[in-house]
Every structure is written in C-alpha cells, then in structure tokens.
T-cell receptor, first 114, second 115 residues
Framework: DTGVSQNPRHKITKRGQNVTFRCDPI?????LYWYRQTLGQGPEFLTY????????KSRLLSDRFSAERPKGSFSTLEIQRTEQGDSAMYLC????????????FGPGTRLTVL | AQKITQTQPGMFVQEKEAVTLDCTYD???????LFWYKQPSSGEMIFLIYQGSYDEQNATEGRYSLNFQKARKSANLVISASQLGDSAMYFCAMREGNTGNQFYFGTGTSLTVIP
C-alpha cells in the first residue's frame, strides 16, 4: 500500500492556460474525492467518484473544471482558462467500500496562477 | 449554518502537556461520523482519529483521544504529552448523509508546541 499519490506537487501557470492534475488512489479503494483548500481554510469538497461514476459535484465546480476517472482507478482534474482565483491546494482523497471507512489524502497539488 | 465550527484559530501548549482542540458540529442526521486530521506545513492531511455517532465509547488512538459529547454536538480532540512534532494545523471533519459521501471540514486550529 503506497498511499494516495498526486502529480504534479506544484504547478505554476499563467492566467488563461489549462492545467491537469492526476490522482492515484489506494488500489483497493473504489471511492475518490477532490477538494480545494485555500490559505487559512479547511478543504472544500469539489467532486466525488464511486468507481468510474462521478456521483456528486459541488457548486464550487464551475464549468471550467472537469474531472474524470475513466477506469475507476486514477483520476484527473482539469481546469480550463485558469484564473488567479483558482490558486489553491488541490487535494485528492480515497476511501474504501465500507460506510464507516475514512478518507486518506494525497500530498496535494499546489497551483499558482500568475 | 456552518456544519463544523472550530473556534480556536491558534493554540499554544508546552511540550509534554496535554491540549484540547475544540470542535462543534451541526447535523440533523442520526448516523454520522466525526474525524480529526493533522496537516503539517508540508500540506498532507493525515488521519488521526474517528468517532461514529453510535459509538458509545470515546475513540482513542495512542496519544489522541476524542471527547465526544453527543447532546452538545461536540467532538473535541485531546492530545496528551504534546511533542514538538505535533505543531501543525488540525482539522475537524464530519461525514453525514444517507450515502455518507459528503465530508465537511472546519477552518482548522493551528497548534504550536513550545519546548
């Protein structure tokens, strides 16, 4: 068990560019979450996958954001036409099949939009 | 209304002393779960302890214990024998809902352990 991994760890981009982040969950976990965390705040839920199905999306997830989990394993989060307000830490978490299972987080991707 | 409230933005504790970090929650569900996570300056969220709403005993994990008071809707984290490595942000979180897929986090408490 290597834990949840995320790539890249840091991303600096110019406003208007597209960026894509990857999350590899714990292998036996079928549930995957994306969160956004800004300075001084707790993580805010963005979206949730069960296997390959995207079952929930937050209102925070504007149409510039899209997430996929094509084979129910790794997931990608893409932000199109980035804005300075998108600068944040993007956290991925995975969770097992039991209702009481907790989430385990990856190290996050820190996005800076110039 | 906030689902999770952490009223202590910053706390200081002397090394080897115990410290309590406060957390109150708001839910109308009967079945829910409460979690505490630690976030060091490196940014990774580390799971510490879990309490289910139907658990009668307070959860404990090593030096961490959760003081669960259901009627008051509070789930305070107690860290005993503080160590310098405990300096970090601490977040309280709740899982609620029939499917239990939504997790809500508080704004966190910054803990500094003083040598």
């Amino acid at each position: 068990d290597t834990g949840v991994s995320q790539n890249p760890r840091h991303k600096i981009t110019k406003r208007g560019q597209n960026v894509t982040f990857r999350c590899d969950p714990i292998s036996e976990h079928n549930r995957l979450y994306w969160y956004r965390q800004t300075l001084g705040q707790g993580p805010e839920f963005l979206t949730y996958f069960q296997n390959e199905a995207q079952l929930e999306k937050s209102r925070l997830l504007s149409d510039r954001f899209s997430a996929e989990r094509p084979k129910g394993s790794f997931s990608t989060l893409e932000i199109q036409r980035t804005e300075q307000g998108d600068s944040a830490m993007y956290l991925c978490a995975s969770r097992g099949r039991q209702f009481t299972d907790t989430q385990y987080f990856g190290p996050g991707t820190r996005l800076t939009v110039l | 209304a906030q689902k999770i409230t952490q009223t202590q933005p910053g706390m200081f504790v002397q090394e080897k002393e115990a410290v309590t970090l406060d957390c109150t929650y708001d839910t109308s569900d009967q079945s829910y779960g409460l979690f505490w996570y630690k976030q060091p300056s490196s940014g990774e969220m580390i799971f510490l302890i879990y309490q289910g709403s139907y658990d009668e005993q307070n959860a404990t994990e090593g030096r961490y214990s959760l003081n669960f008071q259901k009627a008051r809707k509070s789930a305070n984290l107690v860290i005993s024998a503080s160590q310098l490595g405990d300096s970090a942000m601490y977040f309280c979180a709740m899982r609620e809902g029939n499917t239990g897929n939504q997790f809500y986090f508080g704004t966190g408490t910054s803990l500094t352990v003083i040598p």
